[in-house]
């Protein structure tokens, strides 16, 4: 399950990655099906739990209880912190997993 959850994660930061700064907003991130809304969660973090739908490659379906998050942030003027995180349950104990990057106005 640990492995699924990385390999979630890197998949999502990557994917968030190759779009670039500026689209590495909410509404950029919808619209390429990255998010699966632009209502936050919590402050800057939006949910994922649904996405990639189409392929059965989504933590929903993959994890027991599995959901997960993107957390986009401003770090500086031209610099924002990337943070995907995933949950699930593991024979009744709540697991988590956080990779996060930086993603530079090049």
Do not use: C, H
């Not at 590495?24 to 099906?33: E, M, N």
């Not at 003027?77 to 993603?103: A, E, H, K, M, P």
């Amino acid at each position: 399950m640990q492995n699924k959850a990385v390999a979630f994660a890197q998949k999502e930061l990557e994917a968030i990655r190759g779009l670039g700064y500026a689209n590495a907003t909410s509404t950029q991130l919808l619209a390429y099906g990255l998010i699966d809304s632009t209502t936050p969660v919590s402050t800057n973090t939006y949910p994922a739990t649904n996405v990639d739908s189409a392929s059965y490659d989504n933590i929903g379906r993959l994890l027991p209880s599995g959901t997960a998050t993107v957390a986009v942030a401003q770090t500086d003027i031209d610099l924002r912190q990337v943070t995907v995180t995933v949950t699930w349950n593991d024979r009744g104990t709540t697991r988590t997993f956080s990779l996060g990057t930086l993603i530079a106005n090049l």
